[in-house]
């Protein structure tokens, strides 16, 4: 088996091979056009669009889709603050009242 350690390259016959490589891979890939990838992007987005359910031939339906999750998420939003209000609100009613009580008792005004 040969020992690949004793390869010295100089700077200069690094960059030529490097180089070669490059021009070598250039010429034998083929190059996409703009056209080749508007094609294979506009293909990927309708796949991507249908398998999460949407007609991509349908722009505005979609759109309203959209409009009417951002509706529900709002409102969801809107029943979540109003509902931890609601729970502050009975919680530091109850705290008043236990207070209240315990005042009355101290004060023996409850036997």
Same mark, same amino acid.
């Given at each position: +088996?040969?020992?690949?350690?004793?390869?010295?390259?100089?700077?200069?016959?690094?960059?030529?091979?490097?180089?070669?490589?490059?021009?070598?891979?250039?010429?034998?890939?083929?190059?996409?056009?703009?056209?080749?990838?508007?094609?294979?992007?506009?293909?990927?987005?309708?796949?991507? +669009?249908?398998? +999460?359910?949407?007609?991509?031939?349908?722009?505005?339906?979609?759109?309203?889709?959209?409009?009417?999750?951002?509706?529900?998420?709002?409102?969801?939003?809107?029943?979540?603050?109003?509902?931890?209000?609601?729970?502050?609100?009975?919680?530091?009613?109850?705290?008043?009242?236990?207070?209240?009580?315990?005042?009355?008792?101290?004060?023996?005004?409850?036997?």
């Amino acid at each position: +088996m040969p020992d690949n350690t004793d390869v010295h390259l100089s700077q200069d016959e690094l960059k030529v091979l490097i180089r070669d490589a490059i021009r070598a891979y250039d010429q034998s890939s083929p190059r996409l056009t703009r056209d080749d990838i508007e094609s294979v992007v506009q293909d990927t987005v309708a796949q991507m +669009m249908t398998g +999460m359910g949407l007609d991509h031939n349908n722009p505005l339906e979609i759109q309203q889709d959209f409009a009417r999750l951002r509706e529900w998420r709002l409102a969801a939003e809107k029943i979540k603050t109003k509902s931890m209000m609601v729970i502050l609100g009975i919680v530091i009613a109850g705290g008043a009242a236990a207070l209240w009580v315990g005042f009355k008792i101290m004060v023996g005004k409850i036997p």
